[in-house]
C-alpha cells in the first residue's frame, strides 16, 4: 500500500461559494417512536448473574419480603435504583399478560409481596425467569395468566419460585447458583466519581505539602 505525504494550506480552504457553489446541507434523523432511545439512555434488564458478581442485586427491604410483607424493590447496592417496569402497558403473547423487568430510578420501584415460594404485586403479577431458563444473563419478567387462572400463575416448582438470601439478594430457588442482578450498569452510576479514590488521591497531596483544591465532588 503507497503512503502520501499531504499538508492541508490556506489554499486549501475557501469559502462555500467558492468550492461548491451552495451551501452544504446537514440532516438531522429523528427515528419513528418504536425505535427511539429512551430518555436518560437505556435502562438495564433484571438478570440472573453469579452472586460474586459485582452487578448483582441486594433489596434494601429483604427482610421485609421474607416476613411477608409489601416493598418497593429498591436497592442497596445500588442507592437511588430500583427495579421497574420496562415499557407500560403490559404486553401479551398466547394465553399470557407480561412486563420485561428492568433497573431505573427508585422513584418508579415496582412494590412485590412473598406468597409462599412467589413474589406478588398488587397487580396479581408474578416474578418469573425468562421460559424458566436458568442461566447467566437471562432475563426476568412479571407474569400472570391473562384469564386470571391461580392455578396456571402460580405453578410451582419452576422459574415463579424463589429464595429471599440471607444477604439481600434473590435466587430462583432452582438456581440457587445464581441470584438477581443488572445486565450493565446504568451511565449514571458510572459516571459517579469514585469517592474512595478521591479521598486517597486527596490525602497523598496533602501529605506531599502540595495541598489540595477544594471542590463540591471532592468533599462528598
Not at 396479581?124 to 432475563?139: I, P, R, S, T
Not at 416448582?157 to 444477604?167: A, H, W
Amino acid at each position: 500500500m503507497k503512503s502520501f505525504d499531504f499538508q492541508l494550506t490556506p489554499a486549501h480552504l475557501k469559502p462555500i461559494s467558492e468550492c461548491c457553489r451552495a451551501p452544504c446541507a446537514i440532516y438531522i434523523y429523528t427515528p419513528p417512536p418504536h425505535k427511539a432511545k429512551p430518555a436518560g439512555g437505556p435502562k438495564p434488564k433484571l438478570v440472573l448473574m453469579k452472586p460474586t458478581d459485582s452487578r448483582r442485586c441486594v433489596f434494601e427491604h429483604a427482610a421485609t419480603l421474607r416476613s411477608g410483607g409489601e416493598a418497593p424493590l429498591t436497592l442497596a447496592s445500588h442507592p437511588g435504583f430500583a427495579v421497574v417496569d420496562s415499557w407500560s402497558p403490559d404486553r401479551q403473547v398466547a394465553e399470557w399478560t407480561y412486563v420485561e423487568l428492568a433497573i431505573d430510578s427508585s422513584s418508579a420501584a415496582v412494590r412485590f409481596r412473598s406468597k409462599g415460594k412467589f413474589l406478588v404485586r398488587p397487580d396479581g403479577k408474578v416474578l418469573d425467569v425468562a421460559m424458566w431458563h436458568f442461566v447467566e444473563g437471562n432475563n426476568l419478567v412479571a407474569i400472570i395468566h391473562t384469564a386470571r387462572d391461580d392455578k396456571k400463575t402460580f405453578a410451582g416448582g419452576g422459574g415463579r419460585d424463589f429464595s429471599i438470601n440471607s444477604d439481600g439478594t434473590i435466587s430462583p430457588t432452582k438456581a440457587s447458583r445464581l441470584v438477581l442482578g443488572l445486565e450493565f450498569v446504568p451511565w449514571q452510576v458510572a459516571k459517579r466519581p469514585n469517592a474512595s479514590l478521591q479521598r486517597r488521591a486527596s490525602h497523598a497531596l496533602l501529605a506531599s505539602g502540595k495541598g489540595v483544591q477544594s471542590c463540591d465532588e471532592c468533599e462528598a
